[in-house]
Nanobody, 125 residues
């Protein structure tokens, strides 16, 4: 599967952005999906994950209550709605995918097989 992330940009603190990740290929509904981010000089970190069916979601503590992950299997896309953005949310955001037999979520970078190219999110104070 190939992943194409989009929707990043420059926003003021307190604002919102919606990231999209479009997937090519078949059987998108068999992939667990996740969002990660990497700030300058820092390691890539987990942000949010969603199971194959979209029934289960999981968030990093730093974004819980502000970000929402969702997916549309018919459109072969996963989204990250980001509200109440903070300067510390500034990073390159990556979507990732892994085919799974079970309807569960993955939170580790090492668990994901496929990665998008990233989209820059910059939050100004």
């Amino acid at each position: 599967v190939q992943l194409q992330a989009s929707g990043g940009g420059l926003v003021q603190a307190g604002g919102s952005l919606r990231l999209s990740c479009a997937a090519s290929g078949r059987s998108f509904s068999t992939y667990a999906m996740g969002w990660f981010r990497q700030a300058p000089g820092k390691e890539r970190e987990f942000v949010a994950a969603i199971s194959r069916s979209g029934f289960t979601m999981y968030y990093a503590d730093s974004v819980k209550g502000r970000f929402t992950i969702s997916r549309d299997n018919a459109e072969r896309a996963v989204y990250l709605q980001m509200n109440i953005l903070k300067p510390e949310d500034t990073a390159v955001y990556y979507c990732a995918a892994c085919p799974l037999l079970k309807d569960t979520i993955l939170t580790s970078i090492r668990q994901y097989e496929y990665w998008g190219q990233g989209t820059q999110v910059t939050v100004s104070s």
